[in-house]
């Protein structure tokens, strides 16, 4: 498994990302013993980059992720959150930051968090994010408990203006670089290399959208880009290959990212993730599903505050 540079952290981190959120049954129902497994399964594949946060499945993906890595804790890369605690419930004042990160400690089993981001900063008022959640982060860091600093969200420009007025080490975005999004790379990406901040893409499988199955129920993603995910998926079919195995394959090719985290609960996805980065990328099956999800290319949805999408 190839490792990459986390930005200036001097974490370096797997290609390939295990993304916790289906762990919380976030996409549906999930065995915790499986979950566990598919943990050890993907670290002892080489995969060494391990997401999550309190909100999936509320606490439940930090403690199984928290048991999972019990004895190889200090051999991975782990990445939690703060801000973010239900549907509509976000607090990103400084008192809620510290018992947050406490809780999440004893959750995870380990007394050092290595990325902590601030959740889904388009819900909140950046001002006081950058002037109060930041600095209360900061100080962790100072206290040992943190080892690096970030943001994460959907809107691009809310995460451009954070690592411009900010002194960030990490920015995650979702669902902008996948078949049918790739503009992570017109801004974004550029100001964080620019700067030395590491930049993590999340959702390459569009969250569910970019699969044979198809997206959950609660996707929030407009009618138009699921059906043509969907024609994707049939076109794929039609030549007995995978969506899911096209779409990770393109998106950890960028260069543009430290790291590409997938959703994963199983031990078989965790193989047949490895196995779709594994191979060859069928460019002739990637332009028919590229010019099948063209009419829809970059269509996003509303997240947060509206200031922050624009
Ligand atoms: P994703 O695009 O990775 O899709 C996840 C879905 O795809 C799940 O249903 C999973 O079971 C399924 N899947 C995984 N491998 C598959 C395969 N080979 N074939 C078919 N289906 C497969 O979306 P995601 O989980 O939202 O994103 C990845 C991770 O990134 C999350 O789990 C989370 O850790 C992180 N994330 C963070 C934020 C944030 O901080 N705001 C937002 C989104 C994602």
């Given at each position: 498994m190839e490792r990459r540079l986390?930005?200036?952290?001097g974490l370096e981190v797997s290609a390939l990302g295990f993304g916790g959120a289906p762990l919380g049954g976030e996409f549906g129902p999930i065995d915790e013993a499986e979950g566990r497994r598919a943990v050890r399964h993907a670290f002892d594949r080489g995969i060494t980059y391990f997401d999550v946060a309190p909100y999936y499945g509320r606490t439940r993906a930090e403690t199984l992720l928290g048991e999972a890595l019990r004895g190889i804790r200090d051999r991975v890369v782990l990445a939690t959150k703060v801000?973010?605690?239900?549907?509509?419930d976000f607090d990103f004042r400084p008192q809620r930051v510290f018992t947050s990160l406490e809780e999440s400690l004893i959750r995870l089993q380990t007394d050092v968090i290595d990325v902590v981001f601030v959740h889904d900063?388009?819900?909140?008022?950046?001002g006081p994010i950058l002037s109060e959640t930041i600095p209360a982060l900061e100080r962790a860091r100072d206290q040992g408990k943190v080892r690096a600093i970030g943001v994460s969200g959907l809107p691009l420009p809310v995460l451009r203006r954070a690592v411009e007025g900010a002194r960030l080490d990490v920015v995650l975005s979702y669902c902008h670089y996948h078949l049918a999004d790739t503009?992570?790379?017109?801004g974004l990406a550029v100001m964080a290399a620019d700067r030395g901040v590491g930049v993590v893409n999340a959702s390459p499988l569009a969250q569910g959208m970019l699969?044979?199955?198809?997206?959950?129920?609660?996707?929030?993603?407009?009618p138009a880009l699921k059906a043509a995910c969907r024609l994707a998926a049939e076109a794929c079919a039609r030549e007995g290959a995978d969506l899911a195995a096209l779409a990770l394959r393109f998106a950890v090719?960028?260069?543009?990212?430290?790291t590409t985290l997938v959703g994963i609960s199983t031990v078989a996805q965790v193989d047949r993730n490895l196995e779709a980065i594994a191979s060859p990328l069928d460019r002739v099956l990637l332009e028919r599903v590229r010019a099948v999800l063209e009419p829809v290319e970059g269509s996003t949805w509303p997240s947060g505050r509206p200031e922050n999408s624009s």
């Open positions: 986390l930005g200036r952290t801000g973010r605690y239900g549907k509509a900063i388009e819900f909140g008022e950046l503009t992570l790379e017109d699969t044979q199955a198809g997206p959950p129920e609660w996707h929030p993603g407009p090719e960028t260069p543009i990212v430290a």
